[in-house]
C-alpha cells in the first residue's frame, strides 16, 4: 500500500517551493529541475535519477495505476489547479516530478562520438538535437555558454527522454575542445570558409566531435578557430540555410561509425 | 514620393478585417494570409507574390527605409499596437502583409523529387520539412490531408520562405502518390516493417517521392498499403524514435541525386 496525501490548492507551501523550479536560478540553487508528463518521469526513473516529490493527479493516477504501483513509493494527489501551477504546457500530463540534478563525473571518458554546441539557443533545438545525439548513437553532447538551458521545460520535453541516455555536460567548449583534441578525437566545425569540406566526403568515424553553432550566426570565432576541420552541406534549392538540428542530424548521421 | 496612410487604432475596420487572416476559415473563404516579418515578406516579393495590403510600423519603416524604397509602392504606417494585433508574436518584426494564396496549376510537372507528408500535425515540422525539401533541391512537397495548415504563422515562420522557391500542394495522398507512380517515380514510405529497407542502401536517385508520416503514429495504414517500399533509419542509442523533421532530413539528403 502506498502512502499518499492530497494537496487541493495551489496556495500549499509545498506548491509554492516547487513552483520556483521554473525558474533557472532556483533550479541551479537547489540542484533540482521539474519533469512533467509520464513519459520523461518513466524514461527518468528507468535511469535511476532521484525523484525528490511527485505529484500525479487523479486523471493521471487512473491512466497510469500499474505503472505507478510498480514503480513509485511515496507521491502526492494533486488537483488539476495544482497539477497546472507546476506545468509550462496548458494541458499538464498527469504528472510533475522534482528531479534531482545529477553532476557530471569529473573524469569523463572523451571517446566515443561527442556533439558540442556553441550558442545554440532554442531550447526546442538543442531537446531535438540531444534526441537525435542519442539515435545516431553519440556519447555525448556538451552544451557551451550561451546554449539553451537543458532543464527548460521545452528543451526537457524535446529530448523526449535522451538526456537519461547519453552524457549532456554544460561546459564552456574553450576548455572541452583541448581535453578532446589531447585524447586524439578531431573536432569538425560548421561552417563555409574556403577550406571547409562537403559532409558527405569524410570518412565515418568512431571517436570525433562534431561543434554546431547559433541559429543566426553560426559557430562563434573563437571556437571556429579551435577546430580541426570545418564541414558544410551543400544547399541545391534556394533555401538560404537548414535549420540548426537539421543539419545536426544530417551530419551526425553521416559521419559516426 | 510613396502615398503612404496611417492606422493608429486597432479598431480601425481594415485592420478588424485583417485580423480574421488568423483564422483558416477566413483565409480559405478570402484566399489570403498573413504573412510577418520582413524576410517573408522580402522572399514573398522576390518571387512575385501579390501582397493585397501592408502594414509597416515606424521602426520597420526606420530600418528597411531602403528597400522599402525599391519594392514597395503603397503600404499604411502603422502604429505598435495595430501591428501587434495582427502579427502571431509578442514583438512583430516591424512589417504585416496580406498575401495572396497562389492556386496550383492544374498540371503539374511530377517529374523530380516529392516530400508527401501523410497527417503531420506540428506546424514547426510542416514548414521546417519544406525548408529542408528547398536545401535538398526537392521539385515539391504535398501537405497531405490532416497535415498542419500551410498558412499558419509558424509554419510559415518555419519554412523561411521556401514555400516561395518550391511547390507545395495540399492534396490527398491518394490522389496523388497513384500520378506520381504513374508518371514512373518511386514512392518510399518511411515505416518499420519486415520488408522496410535501411535508407542508406538506397541508390540515389532523380525522381521519387519520399512519405513521412504523424508525429506520433507515423503513416496511415492506407497510405503504407500504396507504397512501393519502406524505408527505415537505424537507431543505434536508446532514443525510441527520431522527430519526423529530423528523419525527413536525414532521409532525403540520403535519397537525392
Known sequence: MKYLKEIQSSKNALIKETKKLQQKKYRQQT????????????EAVAANVSLKEIFINQRGLTEWSEWIEKNLTDYYLVSDEVLKTLASQPTPQGIVAIAEIIEPENEIELSGAWLLLDNVQDPGNVGTMIRTADAAGFTGVVLGQGSADLYNPKTLRSTQGSLFHLKVISEELN?????????????????????????????????????????????????????????????????ESLNVAIAAGIVMFQLIK
Not at 31 to 42: C, I, P, T
Not at 196 to 222: C, P, S
Not at 226 to 232: A, C, P, R, S
Request: net charge neutral; hydrophobic share 40%.
Open 175 to 239: 576548455q572541452f575542445i583541448p581535453r578532446l583534441k589531447q585524447s586524439g578525437s578531431p573536432v569538425f566545425g560548421t561552417a563555409l570558409d574556403v577550406k571547409a569540406k562537403d559532409y558527405a566526403n569524410i570518412d565515418r568515424l568512431e571517436n570525433f566531435a562534431l561543434v554546431m553553432g547559433n541559429e543566426g550566426q553560426g559557430m562563434t570565432a573563437e571556437i571556429l578557430a579551435m577546430t580541426d576541420q570545418n564541414l558544410y552541406i551543400p544547399i541545391k534549392g534556394k533555401a
Open 31 to 42: 540542484k533540482s529541475y521539474l519533469l512533467e508528463g509520464f513519459h520523461l518521469v518513466q
